[in-house]
């Protein structure tokens, strides 16, 4: 099993920029496609960024492109998301995942993190 905790999370206003950090534990993710997706209100659970096991390999979804950052460190065992230039429909819960493949991560499938609030005021 794999545990994953979110930390990072807050409110920041429009432009500004959070960083968030997915701790992993239980066992490596070194092996596994990290991501972040992200729910807002009333809106279903979207893909935002991944990244393959390496770190050479990086998706994004188009509101993240340009904007967003995924980064892994495989010796700590964490994944971070920089994001920068926040807009208000950034507002969301946004949670880690870890998978053996971006399918299976897509698909609801791996192992999930609780979450963290992200709240970008305008």
């Known amino acids: 099993q794999v545990q994953l905790v979110e930390s990072g999370g807050g409110l920041v206003q429009t432009g500004g920029s959070l960083r968030l950090s997915c701790a992993a534990s239980?066992?490596?993710?070194?092996?596994?496609?990290m991501g972040w997706f992200r729910q807002a209100p009333g809106k279903e659970r979207e893909f935002a960024a991944a990244?393959?096991?390496?770190?050479?390999?990086?998706y994004y979804a188009d509101f993240a492109k340009g904007r967003f950052t995924i980064s892994r460190d495989n010796a700590k065992n964490t994944v971070h998301l920089l994001m920068n230039s926040l807009k208000p429909e950034d507002t969301a819960i946004y949670y880690c995942?870890?998978?053996?493949?971006?399918?299976?991560?897509?698909?609801?499938?791996?192992?999930w993190g609780q979450g963290t609030q992200v709240t970008v005021s305008s």
């Open positions: 990244i393959n096991w390496t770190g050479s390999v990086t």
């Open positions: 995942a870890a998978a053996v493949t971006l399918g299976v991560m897509s698909s609801r499938g791996g192992f």
């Open positions: 239980g066992r490596t993710v070194s092996n596994y496609v």
